[in-house]
């Protein structure tokens, strides 16, 4: 398997733009995870699915964050209009039977 | 609710030495147990996860950690370090119920192997 995959590595943007990061879990996961790092913050998680259903948004920072999963095979984690402090590498990571498996981040730079 | 605290934020050590990551738990009901490795520019991984059953876990590359109840601790050790041992370690801590769904993160311990 692959493992999860996510798009792009790395997206620098001016604030204000919208920005979206775009996640594929492994196949036959049921939970997905967007976690957020930053050096002041360390790991966050900001929203989970489970059968491509949101089931908890609540470290979602504020409403210009929305995460969407079609489908069980893609999700997206969209930021409109971005902000200098959104700047971090925001991780997804899969899981079936409890361990997570993450991706390798996407690294998000607004100036 | 559960939190987690790794008391060391960076830890050096010469290749070939042994070392000890710290990790303590706090948690009203009982815990599962995690020590993720991110490598530079990568995700994290597993490296071991204790659920129940024996107190000393081995995981991956030689590292191992054992579990104390009384002390509320979950420190992660390996008896002699590789270079490529290098990178930040995160403890983390979920109840049963939740699992992998709730999982709580330490702020990450940085490991450098000194050649």
């Known amino acids: 398997d692959a493992g999860v995959i996510q798009s792009p590595r790395h997206e620098v943007t001016e604030m204000g733009q919208e920005v979206t990061l775009r996640c594929k879990p492994i196949?036959?996961?049921?939970?997905l995870f967007w976690y957020r790092q930053t050096m002041m913050r360390g790991l966050e998680l900001l929203i989970y699915f489970n059968n491509n259903v949101p089931i908890d948004d609540s470290g979602m920072p504020e409403d210009r964050f929305s995460a969407k999963m079609p489908n069980a095979s893609f999700s997206t984690l969209k930021i409109q209009p971005s902000e200098p402090r959104d700047s971090a590498v925001y991780f997804c990571?899969?899981?079936?039977?409890?361990?997570?498996?993450f991706g390798e981040g996407s690294r998000l730079t607004v100036l | 609710a559960q939190s987690v605290t790794q008391l060391d934020s960076q830890v050096p050590v010469f290749e070939e030495a042994p070392v000890e990551l710290r990790c303590n738990y706090s948690?009203?009901?009982?815990?599962?147990l995690f020590w993720y490795v991110q490598y530079p520019n990568q995700g994290l991984q597993l490296l071991l996860k204790y659920l129940s059953g024996s107190t000393l876990v081995k995981g991956i590359n030689g590292f191992e950690a054992e579990f104390n109840k009384s002390q509320t601790s979950f420190h992660l050790r390996k008896p002699s370090v590789h270079i490529s041992d290098t990178a930040e370690y995160f403890c983390a801590v979920s109840g049963p119920r939740t699992g992998a769904n709730n999982l709580f993160f330490g702020t990450g311990t940085r490991l450098t192997v000194i050649p």
């Open positions: 990571a899969s899981s079936f039977t409890g361990e997570l498996f």
């Open positions: 196949s036959g996961h049921d939970y």
């Open positions: 948690s009203s009901v009982s815990v599962y």
